[in-house]
């Protein structure tokens, strides 16, 4: 029962999957692909908070929205993957969503309100970045052999 339950038992590894499959087909159907879909409607007007040009603001969001999604659901690469995605959503949230209140259009609770989504998704991120995708995950897999092979030679 003990390795159910303990820090990187099954039971934790399940909630971690929970997590990266939950983010990771909500992100890469809901934002990602359609983002990748209307590119052409988008890449003009597409906001550009960094200052790099609505082209590259589209792109990067995109990679990091369906690409990083992707190794989401693999467990691959999962905290490379889960920092780019806290990066967008602390542009998004601080940045691209902010400026409705620094205009008049919005106050802070209003933003707060209008931003919960993205705020839940950052937080989810933060999660992974801090434990990593658990022992349900090709990360997983790739430590053991790598693990194995270094007991082996």
Known sequence: MEILIKPNG??????????RFGLGLMMLFLHGLPKLQTYQDKVETFPDPLGIGPKWSLIGTIAAEAGCSLLLLLGF?????????????????FVVHSLHVIEGD???LTNLKDNELA?????????????????????????????????NS
């Open 77 to 93: 690469a999962t905290r490379l993957a889960a920092a780019a995605l806290t990066f967008t959503f602390i542009v998004v949230i």
């Open 106 to 108: 919005a106050t802070f």
């Open 119 to 151: 705020i839940l998704y950052l937080f989810g991120y933060l999660t992974l970045l801090a434990t990593g995708p658990g022992s349900l995950s090709l990360d997983a897999v790739i430590s053991r052999r790598r693990r194995k092979q270094k007991e």
């Open 10 to 19: 099954l039971f934790s590894s399940v909630g971690l999957l929970n997590i």
